[in-house]
């Protein structure tokens, strides 16, 4: 499991053949995220290996 914020990496990595479940979080921001923080938690634990989850803004 990758937790990241790069939400540049799918364009910078060839991520096909990676056996690694991958989240994209919108912003660093701690209070935007924590108003988010259950829906996050659901995405980490569906997360299966060669999968990119990503959550396009903040307010999700």
Do not use: C, Y
């Not at 995220?33 to 997360?47: C, D, F, N, Q, Y």
């Amino acid at each position: 499991m990758l937790l990241t914020t790069d939400r540049q990496l799918r364009h910078q990595q060839n991520l096909a053949r990676r056996k690694v479940a991958i989240v994209v979080l919108p912003t660093t921001s701690w209070p935007k995220l924590k108003a988010v923080a259950s829906r996050i938690a659901e995405a980490i634990a569906s997360a299966e290996a060669g999968t990119v989850t990503e959550f396009s803004d903040p307010g999700i």
